[in-house]
């Protein structure tokens, strides 16, 4: 069955520290790649998004995320960390053809120490 | 642009009372769904519309019904409230021809006692 799993369901780091939230894709062929956050109280926003092409893609707020199909990985990365980057992470795919409904992870809750 | 407007904010209802959960967005988006979460439980479609007059089930469909209308509005029926309903309530909209790039409402949070 397609699934996406996010291994870190929780994760504390200092403002400033680096940041790698992991997300992994149970599916045949590589699906759209979809990372959103969730701010507290608010509805979720798309931080970036892979459809093909360069593995390495930028998105809002100075994140970044690196698709491996060998890893059916999509982990989400940013090299230093700020306060108010504290928020609900999720990593969503589409299947290519048939991209009506989006699979979701479960969440990883990111908190950020002063 | 306001994006996607959805109302109430929060609601507080009665086992067995009925409610609809107003979803709008002026982006001319043709693709709108409803999702509810849950804590532990990520985030979960109920019901989605790839256009005006077209709507389809998600994976937890049941207790709720939809209708779109216009290309704008994709309001959410909940005819008999149960408090396993109880939850936050999201609308998400999409340019794309699928469910690919979502611009998500703030949310509505709904009680059921």
């Known amino acids: 069955a397609q699934s996406v799993t996010q291994p870190d369901i929780h994760i504390t780091v200092s403002e400033g520290a680096s940041l790698e939230l992991r997300c992994n894709y149970s599916y045949g062929a590589t699906p759209y790649l979809f990372w959103y956050v969730q701010s507290p109280g608010q509805g979720l926003q798309l931080l970036l998004k892979?459809?093909?092409?360069d593995t390495l893609v930028q998105g809002i707020k100075g994140f970044e995320a690196e698709f491996k199909r060998s890893q059916s990985s999509f982990n989400l990365r940013k090299p230093s960390v700020h306060w108010s980057d504290a928020a609900e992470y999720f990593c969503a795919v589409a299947p290519k053809q048939n991209n009506r409904k989006l699979i979701w992870g479960l969440g990883t809750s990111l908190a950020v120490n002063p | 642009n306001a994006g996607v407007t959805q109302t109430p904010k929060f609601q507080v209802l009665k086992t067995g009372q009925s409610m609809t959960l107003q979803c709008a967005q002026d982006?001319?988006?043709?693709?709108m769904s409803w999702y509810r979460q849950d804590p532990g439980m990520g985030l979960r479609l109920i019901h989605y519309?790839?256009?005006?007059?077209?709507?389809d089930q998600g994976e937890v469909p049941n207790g709720y019904n939809v209708s779109r209308s216009t290309t704008e509005d994709f309001p959410l029926r909940l005819l008999s409230a149960a408090p396993s309903q109880t939850s936050v309530y999201f609308c998400?909209?999409?340019?794309?021809?699928?469910?690919?790039?979502?611009?998500f409402g703030a949310g509505s949070r709904l009680t059921v006692l």
């Open positions: 892979y459809f093909s092409g």
């Open positions: 982006m001319n988006h043709e693709y």
């Open positions: 998400a909209s999409s340019y794309m021809p699928g469910a690919n790039v979502l611009t």
């Open positions: 519309s790839v256009g005006a007059g077209i709507t």
